[in-house]
């Protein structure tokens, strides 16, 4: 099994900067893939950035300019660094993991608020 861990978000400023982190723990050595998306009250939850054998990386058209994917092999971890946020990034993020098998995990989720 594989078990991730976000933490990094918090109250925010718009204009402000966060960068969120996930760690993945367990049987994560057959991960491929991991990534961010979010979800707000009453909203679907939608994806926001991914990244792939650690250099391959795509985002949502919302994000793009703003956010950035990185990840470390080593450290089993993904990053998110959020820039130039916005009222409308409000939203609980999630961190996300594919393995090479199709296994998909989801993290608990972590809270960026950014006030107006």
């Not at 703003?66 to 990840?71: A, G, K, L, N, Y």
């Not at 199709?102 to 809270?111: A, K, L, M, R, S």
């Given at each position: 099994q594989v078990?991730?861990?976000e933490s990094g978000g918090g109250l925010v400023q718009?204009?402000?900067s966060l960068r969120l982190s996930c760690v993945a723990s367990g049987e994560a050595f057959n991960i491929n893939t991991?990534?961010?998306?979010?979800?707000?009250?009453?909203?679907?939850?939608?994806?926001v950035a991914v990244i792939s054998s650690g250099i391959i990386s795509n985002y949502s058209s919302s994000v793009k300019g703003?956010?950035?994917?990185?990840?470390d092999g080593i450290k089993n971890t993904v990053y998110l660094r959020m820039n130039s946020l916005k009222p409308e990034d409000t939203a609980t993020y999630f961190c996300y993991a594919r393995s090479r098998v199709?296994?998909?995990?989801?993290?608990?989720?972590?809270?960026?608020?950014v006030s107006s």
């Open positions: 078990q991730l861990v718009p204009g402000g991991m990534g961010w998306y979010r979800q707000a009250p009453g909203k679907e939850r939608e994806f703003r956010f950035t994917i990185s990840s199709g296994v998909h995990y989801w993290g608990q989720g972590t809270q960026v608020t």
